[in-house]
């Protein structure tokens, strides 16, 4: 198992934003990303990625289990056909969160992410998008996490196993994710 990372911006088109959208932002609230938006993605071997010019091969299923998570999907069902000449059917399922000792709400991403000297020297933030996702035996095999960074151009890291994804993979998952594509059941 390899972990890779990428980092994600997002490009928003304010030029056609509504008169909520802007209010909403000012006031600190996280804007959904529109159609209208990119999203691009910078993996570590330096490829540039914009995700309205991907589409995977493999048909991933989202479904949602839990109420209080309304950005990500509670489950992500897809047939790992990536590195060998079977069909094996994968399930991650989202890592619920920690309570600190203040009683917050928390994930820790720091197994996941420990090799990225990016992740370990950036300022992280609260956001509903930040997401861990584990295998069956609670490995962590994907994650996504928000940069403190401007809100016009949010900037966020993801992690994934390498030995699961490939970048199209990772590219049809965070715009679906970020889009709220996922059509979760």
Do not use: W
């Not at 991650?92 to 991403?109: E, I, R």
Request: net charge positive.
């Amino acid at each position: 198992m390899t972990i890779t990372y990428a980092e994600i911006t997002i490009i928003r088109n304010v030029n056609q934003e509504t008169v909520f959208e802007t209010m909403s932002r000012y006031f600190g609230y996280e804007p959904y990303v529109s159609s209208k938006d990119d999203i691009i993605l910078l993996f570590d071997d330096t490829t540039i990625c914009n995700t309205k010019e991907c589409s995977s091969n493999r048909k991933f299923i989202f479904t949602n289990h839990n109420e209080h998570i309304k950005s990500v999907p509670h489950t992500i069902l897809f047939t790992n056909s990536k590195k060998s000449n079977c069909d094996i059917n994968i399930t991650l399922t989202y890592k619920k969160s920690h309570l600190d000792s203040l009683g917050q709400a928390y994930l820790n991403f720091n197994p996941i992410f420990k090799n990225s000297v990016k992740y370990n020297h950036a300022n992280k933030t609260a956001s509903s998008f930040n997401c861990i996702y584990v295998d069956p035996a609670k490995v962590q095999k994907l994650a996504i996490v928000k940069l403190k960074s401007n809100e016009e151009k949010p900037r966020f890291m993801v992690a994934y196993d390498d030995a699961l994804f490939e970048k199209v993979d990772i590219m049809y998952l965070v715009d679906s994710m970020f889009k709220n594509l996922c059509g979760c059941v």
